[in-house]
DNA sequence: AGGTATTCACATGAAACTATTCTCTGAGTTAGG
DNA sequence: TAACTCAGAGAATAGTTTCATGTGAATACCTGT
């Protein structure tokens, strides 16, 4: 019988994880912990639409991973049990992340009401003023009430204006059967004071806070999704705990916490284990720091991998690194590779950005008559370094000789 | 000794320039009446 | 004639350069003791 190149290695691995999908961060539980407040007052405001009321505008703030789409989808699914036929009460969801334009997010919003494929609102060609009037026609017609959540929805603000916002806080007033209610999500705690002022006290009627998790509650939710994911017994005792302690200290994210257990208990599989322990935890937290980094560094300019590959070739010599000596190295590297060479001043603001990305450390620094400069230091790994040597933007080094005695470094 | 002036090597800011992408408009095209 | 397409104008945006000004502290230079 023919084996494929995976064959032994499922043979082999020892399943400990019965249901992945349960530590998957889109995975919608059927209840969530410690969210039950939340939960309640956004229900009451919103269950005035049985009542054929517009429910108040709500925005929802929260760092994240502090559960708010995840209570928002909870909340459309509720809807949907209260409401089967969904005649009184229609819910949309719109990611403002995926969806960030004035035209995509009234087209959005609009076809998710139609079922007829033949109607639908291209998804280019039409004006906005036309788009939001057939929006607004297909929302009459059905008269009801709608709850349209806008999810991130300072990133339609960042990339587009207030203006859908505005607009559709004030439909209400076009409307003569139906009526909708807005609720946005926001991880970002100041993002009313960029609003015009008409926007920001609409559609902040009702504001809720979402608090991070602490370390017992992270516990619980991960608990939860746990004995839903694994076999009995297959966690060790400490796992959960560690687990819960890690991602507290890092902002209370949920999303983090569960995504820790889950490549911990990859890992446990992949090394044939038969239960995650603490190591695994660790070694998870780990590899995923480092994938983290790898993928940013990957995702850089090549302008940008210029700057650090300049500053690793530096940082091997280990004296003080400054603007200059990185500057000057990176004008070497530019004409190996054949890139055009940026300013100086561009690179100050370059390493900074680095500095930001937490791959390099810089601070200024006065070296009295040596002049003021920022001081740099390396802060990745060596791993990195050498995936960003075999790094496609940087090949044309790997080949190049230098010219004889033109060693910088002895 | 104590004070202040100088000096270095950039940092930091603002404005201007450029290239690219997004939006909108209006002319041309199409299809149906 | 209304609806639709699509090219090109114009606006918005991101990335960069140019120009101007600012900065912290070691060091040089005074100054009066």
């Known amino acids: 019988m023919y084996k494929s190149v995976f064959t032994k290695h499922i043979d082999k691995r020892i399943k400990i ?35 054929g009321d517009r ?15 995840a209570v928002m989808k909870f909340i459309g699914n509720e809807l949907k049990k209260e409401d089967p036929s969904g005649n009184t009460c229609a819910y949309i969801y719109i990611n ?3 969806v960030d334009t004035r035209y995509s997010t009234l087209q959005n919003i609009g076809n998710q009401l139609i079922m007829d494929f033949e109607k639908r609102i291209p998804f280019t060609g039409w004006s906005i003023d036309k788009v939001y009037a057939e929006m607004k026609n297909i929302i009459d017609e059905q008269n009801k009430v709608f709850i349209v959540v806008l999810d991130e929805v300072d990133r339609l ?31 970002y705690l100041k993002f009313t004071e960029f609003l015009d002022p008409r926007v920001k006290s609409r559609l902040g009627e009702e504001k809720i806070l979402f608090h991070p998790y602490d370390a017992q509650q992270l516990g619980d939710i991960l608990r939860a999704r746990a004995s839903i994911a694994f076999e009995e017994g297959v966690l060790e005792e400490g796992v959960i705990p560690l687990c819960a302690a890690m991602s507290a200290q890092e902002m209370g994210d949920a999303r983090r916490a569960l995504n820790l257990l889950r490549v911990a208990a990859e890992i446990a599989e992949r090394s044939g284990d038969t239960s995650v322990a603490e190591a695994h935890v660790r070694s998870a937290k780990n590899k995923i720091e480092m994938d983290t980094i790898s993928e940013t560094v990957k995702t850089l300019t090549s302008q940008s ?106």
């Open 17 to 51: 994880v019965k249901n992945k999908s349960a530590l998957q961060t889109s995975y919608l539980p059927e209840v969530l912990p410690h969210r039950s407040r939340e939960i309640d007052s956004i229900a009451t405001i919103i269950a005035s639409a049985f009542e």
């Open 305 to 410: 991998k210029t700057v650090l590959t300049a500053i690793i070739y530096h940082s091997k010599e280990n004296k003080t690194l400054t603007t200059g000596d990185v500057y000057s190295k990176y004008n070497e590297l530019c004409k190996i590779l054949g890139i055009p060479v940026l300013t100086q001043r561009r690179i100050t603001d370059l390493i900074s950005e680095l500095d930001m990305l937490g791959i390099v450390h810089a601070r200024v620094r006065s070296f009295g008559k040596a002049g003021r400069t920022k001081e740099i230091e390396l802060s990745i790994p060596q791993e990195i370094c050498d995936m960003l040597a075999d790094d496609e933007a940087m090949k044309a080094l790997k080949t190049y000789k230098p010219p004889s005695q033109t060693t910088l470094f002895k």
């Open 96 to 98: 403002c992340e995926i």
């Open 157 to 187: 603000v960042d990339k587009s204006g207030d203006d859908v916002l505005y607009h559709l806080s004030k439909i209400n007033e076009d409307l003569k059967y139906s009526k909708l209610s807005l609720v946005g999500i926001t991880n």
């Open 55 to 69: 429910p108040s505008n709500i925005l929802i703030f929260g760092k994240t991973g502090t559960g708010k789409t």
